[in-house]
């Protein structure tokens, strides 16, 4: 089973998780949210410390990058858990 795709629903209870089409458009938010969280510190500190403008730009979108998979399931759980 992928990390990366969501079961259609709950093996237990038989919950549903799709709800509707463009449901977890509102999980995109929440997903971009954990990414600024995590991702704006480091950017920040680089450019205090006088970090060349360009390898700020690519650390942060490899981190991005990186980041953004990781929370996918989560950004959802939590979206199903607000709505």
Not at 7 to 12: N, R
Not at 66 to 79: A, H, M, N
Request: charged residues 15%.
């Amino acid at each position: 089973e992928s990390s990366f795709k969501m079961k259609s629903h709950c093996p237990v209870c038989e919950f549903k998780y799709e709800r509707e089409e463009g449901y977890y458009t509102g999980a995109m938010f929440i997903n971009w949210f954990f990414a600024v969280f995590l991702i704006g510190p480091v950017w920040v500190s680089m450019l205090l410390t006088g970090q060349s403008p360009w390898l700020t730009v690519i650390v942060t979108t490899v981190l991005l990058l990186l980041c953004t998979p990781l929370f996918f399931r989560y950004s959802r759980v939590l979206w199903l858990y607000f709505d």
